[in-house]
Structures are given as C-alpha cells and as structure tokens.
C-alpha cells in the first residue's frame, strides 16, 4: 500500500514542498490550482450603459438556473435513453422527462418578463448548444415546435435565437456576467456547449481589437 507524506524543506529562503513515496522524494515546483479567467475591470462609457448592464446582469443571474437545469436534464435523458433498447421505452421515458420539465419551468416562466425571457432563450442554446425551437422539435413533433415558435413570436421572444457572443455584443455582456459570477461562487460554473475564446471576445467588444 502506498504512503504518501508532505515535507516541507527549507533552502535558503525558499520553502520547497517533497513528495514521500516509498522512501523516494520527489520535488514538486508547481501547485495545482483550479482553472482562474482574468477578467478586466468594469468600465462604463456612461451612466445609461451602467444602468443597462446592471439590470442585465440581474436578469441574467435570475434565469441561468433555469438553463443549467435544462441541459442538466437533456444529458440525463440521452444517457439514460442510451441504455434502452426497445422504442416504446424510449418514448414513455421521453414523455415523463417532458412533462417533469414543463413542471419545473411552466410556472416559472410565467412570471419572466419578455426580455428575462429570451435571455433564458439564449442561455439553452449556450448550455445545450441547441435552441429551444429545436429541443421542442425532437421531444415533441416539427408542428409543435412551429406552434410554440409563434406564439413566442407574438411576444417578441424567438426561440429559434441562438446564443451569440462574437455577432452580438448583448451576447458578450451576458457571458461576461456570467464569469464573474461564476468566479464569485454565486452562480454554479457549467461549460458552454458553444465554442468561443472569452479574451478574444473582450478583445473585439471591449479593447477593440480584432484577433490575428
């Protein structure tokens, strides 16, 4: 069985950490340390840009969850559809995922605002890395989610939006917030399914600089 033992051994004054294994020592020069994105502090051009990115910012904290949670059921689903074999399982199962999710969400999203709303939109497709048009499409059939894109439509809410923070820059604030939020330990840190270098991004929205 393998012991494992710190020491600390001081040299001059540098302090070293050893690793003991089995009588052997060896140095270790580096430490391992989670993953930390260096964002750059807040300006604002003026008070109105100020205002606008802090209710962002609080309608973005205010509907992540809502996000996270639908990608976190969406793997739950594919991989438990992956151990079923047989159709008929695999749509009964499909069916109650569905209607656990719309229990989860409907009352929710009722009491989100239009704009809460299609920031939700967009963070299904950053959590997912599809739209909710099209998550509707695969659980439900193509006239259901045309019926459900309407109506959405009617309130100035697409579901077919995609979340897109090189095009748009509302896209790279609301990404933003999230970072830092993430750093802050106040919203849970989930990968974005949709691939982008976040410093590239600042690049072009906020030092205005294009990437070679």
Do not use: C
Request: net charge positive; hydrophobic share 35%; aromatic share 10%.
């Amino acid at each position: 069985m393998l012991s494992a033992q710190i020491e600390d051994i001081k040299q001059d004054t540098i302090s070293e950490k050893y690793l003991i294994i089995k009588g052997d020592s060896v140095p270790r020069t580096s430490i391992d340390l989670d993953e930390v994105m260096l964002l750059h502090k807040l300006k604002f051009d003026s008070r109105k840009d100020r205002i606008r990115y802090l209710i962002l910012r609080r309608k973005t904290i205010k509907v992540y969850p809502y996000a996270k949670m639908a990608a976190d059921r969406l793997d739950s689903m594919n991989v438990r559809l992956a151990t079923l074999t047989r159709n008929r399982d695999k749509k009964r199962y499909t069916k109650r995922i569905q209607k656990y999710i719309e229990g989860e969400f409907s009352e929710e999203l009722k009491k989100m605002t239009r704009t809460e709303g299609q920031i939700l939109i967009k963070l299904i497709h950053r959590q997912t890395g599809v739209t909710a048009f099209d998550l509707i499409k695969e659980l439900r059939n193509g006239w259901r989610a045309f019926w459900y894109n309407t109506t959405a439509s009617m309130f100035d809410i697409s579901l077919k939006r995609e979340f897109d923070p090189e095009n748009e820059k509302e896209d790279y604030l609301i990404e933003d917030i999230l970072q830092r939020n993430f750093q802050s330990g106040r919203l849970e840190r989930q990968k974005s399914a949709i691939d982008f270098d976040f410093y590239d991004l600042t690049n072009k929205w906020v030092h205005q600089k294009t990437p070679e």
